[in-house]
């Protein structure tokens, strides 16, 4: 399975880029070239960037409707370039094409019906919770059960304390202590949607997170596991 990240930042990222990966676009993933989570208004700009024809995407899945994931023009213009928009319900299991999609819900009041995911390709899989505070006891079954083999999960509130979004992103210490339980059942974790204004810059969080087998997404990045 490859698994290409098209944005890896948080809703308060500017429209004016930096260079390399010092800059985050709102976050998307694309699975095998063809299946998408994600698609806000900067989609196409990421596809763009990394030479990616919309026509090519088959499959696209939301994990929910805040503006840094979701924007029902860019749905519009996918659904135009062919693209089916898979709609999932938390406890929905689907098989479409060759994948098997699992939804769960998601902790983040501020968005209802937040859906993270488990997508198996037949060959390996991968936990998608973004956003999210902790994880939800299903979904935590489901990880168990399924046992994915890279799990990306919200890193949003960085190692700020006290921060009042814990209740719906994670900070890493939660990450660590999540790392620590869940490590038998999950072959590498990897944080994402970072937010501009509680990270440092990717060179730091990279090797504070090095230390502990964490990979940090940044856009562009491809992972084959
Ligand atoms: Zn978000
Ligand atoms: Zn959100």
Redesign the pocket.
Known sequence: MKILFLGTG??DWPSVKKQGAEHRRF?AALINGELLIDFSAQLKDSLDEYNIPMEQIKYALNTHK?R??YSEKTLAELNAAGAQYLQFAAGDEKQVGGYRIYAYAGNHGTCKDTLHYIISDGKKSLFYG??GAWLMYEEVEGIKTHKPDFAVLDATVGFVDGDYRIFEHNNLNMILEIKKSLAPYVGRFCIS?MARTLHSDHKELSKQMEAHDITVAYDGLEIVI
């Open positions: 948080a809703a976050s805040h840094d994931h973004l956003d949607h």
